[in-house]
């Protein structure tokens, strides 16, 4: 069910990369950042901690460009989230 919807909301963030084109890891580290946006307690972890956690986890099991990607797709989820 969650699944479903974070999917969406990677393919509504990142229009030019289908679903099934970003890496696996990429895929998976964006959805625990996305749950943790949508559903973490911000008090525990606020949405910018969980976003530079996801950076991270990028950068170590992805590539450096991972990041970046990984970044600018959560920065955008959180800024539409924000509004």
Do not use: C
């Amino acid at each position: 069910k969650n699944l479903i919807k974070i999917d969406k909301i990677i393919e509504i963030s990142a229009p030019e990369w289908p679903i099934a084109q970003i890496p696996i890891i990429d895929r998976n580290v964006l959805r625990i950042g996305i749950f943790e946006l949508l559903y973490g307690n911000k008090e525990e972890v606020p949405p910018k901690v969980a976003i530079n956690e996801a950076i991270e986890l990028a950068k170590t099991f992805s590539g450096q460009t991972s990041g970046k990607f990984v970044n600018g797709v959560l920065g955008t989820v959180y800024k539409q989230l924000s509004e």
